[in-house]
Structure formats: C-alpha cells, structure tokens
Nanobody
Framework: QVQLVESGGGLVQAGGSLRLSCAASGSIFSINAMNWYRQAPGKQRELVATITSGGTTNYADSVKGRFTISRDNAKNTVYLQMSSLKPEDTAVYYC?????????????WGQGTQVTVSS
C-alpha cells in the first residue's frame, strides 16, 4: 500500500506564491505519471498539471505560465510551485500518482490541501 501526504497549502493574497508538496511512502516499486488536480466549491475536480516519469510536463490553460510541476524521484515527491495566484485558484488541491509493480498499475490520491487566494 502507498500513502500520499500533501503539504504547503494555505491563505495567500492575490499575486502571491505557494509551493505544494506531495510525498509518497509505503510499498513503492515504480512511480510513473504524477498529477495535481483541484476542486473548487460547487465545481468538478479538474486536472491542473501532469509530469511523466521522463519529466514531460503538461498544464491546464488556466495555469500555464504561472504554475510549475516538478518531481524528486529519490524522495518520491511531486511539487507544484504556484505563482501570480488569483482568487479563482482557490480550491482544494489533490495529488495523484500512478504506481506500477509486477502485478500492475495502481492509482493513489492524496488527502487534499486547501489553497485560498484573497483579493
């Protein structure tokens, strides 16, 4: 079993920055893609950013140029550096990982961390 622990959320003024972290622990064989999602009140969960095992990244149009996803494979950790934050970035942010072992691929979610951007 794999556990994900997120940290780094909080309250920030518009234009500010935050860095989210998501650390995986447990019986990890190999982590493939890692994602950050977010869910605002009354809205569906949306994909924010993806990083593959090879380091290729993709972003939602709404965050391109402002957010940066990265990973530290030695620490089994994925990060989301968020800059130029806007009130519409307010949401609960979740990490998701794809972990592969000899039996197949498993998907794990973090518990979520609240990000609130004040105007």
């Amino acid at each position: 079993q794999v556990q994900l622990v997120e940290s780094g959320g909080g309250l920030v003024q518009a234009g500010g920055s935050l860095r989210l972290s998501c650390a995986a622990s447990g019986s990890i064989f190999s982590i493939n893609a890692m994602n950050w999602y977010r869910q605002a009140p009354g809205k569906q969960r949306e994909l924010v950013a993806t990083i593959t095992s090879g380091g290729t990244t993709n972003y939602a149009d709404s965050v391109k140029g402002r957010f940066t996803i990265s990973r530290d494979n030695a620490k089994n950790t994925v990060y989301l550096q968020m800059s130029s934050l806007k009130p519409e970035d307010t949401a609960v942010y979740y990490c998701r990982i794809f972990e592969s072992n000899y039996r197949g691929t498993n998907v794990y979610w973090g518990q979520g961390t609240q990000v609130t951007v004040s105007s």
